[in-house]
């Protein structure tokens, strides 16, 4: 059978990255040219200058995927860009640039759903890893568990009500004075402490999530007493976090039968959080996690789920637009 080169674009927040994925599971290039260093004297993404970013960065990235890659535009099979959920200007830049080699090169424009491609990154990273399946997508913009039916058919059971637990992560390090992006500097510093403080959870019927009161409840535990051991309140919102996610992937295993769990999204990559779900291959469940370097924004996961798209026969028109808040 003919291989099948698929290049992904990736530009939703504030990575610019393009990849070239062979049969969607084989990365040749993964170019990722993040703007953390620009963000960080802001405290967070600022949009429009994520979006001038990309436009600066897409041509030469995309070269450099190409080179990278051995391969030329020629032998592309399909162009697939991320066309949401994400910041709408920083999306249009990736969609726009995909639109255009589309068009240039007469090559398929197959557009991705983020968060499908978040999964995706699983296909990458376990060759034999097949749907059907549970995801915990945890990530800075989403929070959800997934019966990922097959490669491109979804069902959400349960997503948070507010805050994205990545959010939440973010929140409590600007709090406690570790800068942005948070998540990582959280889990680091939480390493060094103790999960000694009560912090509290919240449930519902269903297995939605909620991380507002927990963020609520460290500001003010910081605020009250600024002189809290922060290693200790980082470990205690960590561990309680993870025990929050662990109830609901609970519910769902019980509710689907399904032992198969694939996790997904930035906050994946934290070390709390895989330690606690590979403890539970005790109890008979299987568990999958990205690659680290795959657990963030880049577009390898992006170009994985576009061929999947791809040969599931998918095809979109130039008049494909951003979708800031797609669902799967
Ligand atoms: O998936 P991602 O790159 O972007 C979205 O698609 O939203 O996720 C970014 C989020 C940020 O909130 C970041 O702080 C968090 O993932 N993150 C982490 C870690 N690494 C990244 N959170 C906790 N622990 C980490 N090690």
């Known amino acids: 059978m003919k291989d099948i080169y698929t290049l992904g674009i990736e530009s939703s927040c504030d990575e610019t990255s393009v990849a070239i994925v062979k049969n969607g599971r084989e990365i040749m290039a993964n170019v990722i040219d993040t703007q953390i260093p620009i963000h960080e004297k802001y405290g967070g993404v ?3 200058i994520a979006s001038r970013n990309h436009i600066e960065a897409i041509s030469r990235v995309t070269k450099k995927a190409l080179e990278e890659a051995k391969i030329s535009l020629e032998q592309i099979d399909a162009v697939t860009p991320t066309y949401g959920p994400g910041l709408v200007g920083a999306l249009l830049v990736g969609l726009s640039y995909a639109k255009a080699l589309s068009f240039a090169m007469n090559k398929p424009l197959v557009g991705v759903n983020h968060i499908q491609g978040h999964i995706a990154a699983n296909y990458i990273t376990y060759k034999e890893l097949e749907p059907p399946f549970l995801c915990v997508m945890m990530s800075g913009g989403n929070t959800q568990i997934i019966h990922v039916k097959n490669y491109t058919e979804f069902e959400v059971l349960g997503k ?3 805050d994205a637990i990545g959010e939440a992560f973010d929140k409590v390090a600007r709090v406690v004075g570790l800068g942005y992006p948070g998540g990582p500097k959280v889990d680091k510093l939480a390493q060094e402490g103790e999960p000694t403080i009560d912090l509290p959870k919240t449930h519902f019927e269903n297995m939605d999530f909620s991380f507002s009161g927990i963020k609520t409840a460290v500001i003010n535990l910081h605020h009250k007493n600024p002189e809290i051991n922060k290693a200790d309140l980082c470990a ?7 025990e929050i996610l662990i109830e609901n992937v609970n519910r769902a295993v019980q509710l689907t039968n ?4 694939v996790l997904a ?16 291959k005790q109890e008979g469940m299987e568990i999958f996690m990205p690659d680290l370097k ?10 994985s789920a576009g061929y999947y798209n791809y040969i599931n026969g998918k095809r979109d028109m130039l008049d494909l637009n951003a979708i800031p808040n797609l669902k799967l």
């Open 46 to 48: 600022v949009p429009e």
């Open 160 to 162: 948070t009500r507010d």
């Open 236 to 242: 205690s919102f960590e561990k309680t976090v993870t």
């Open 258 to 261: 399904m032992k198969t769990i």
């Open 265 to 280: 999204g930035g906050v994946s990559a934290n070390s709390y959080i895989r330690k606690a779900f590979i403890e539970l």
């Open 294 to 303: 795959l657990c963030t924004d880049n577009a390898a996961m992006i170009a």
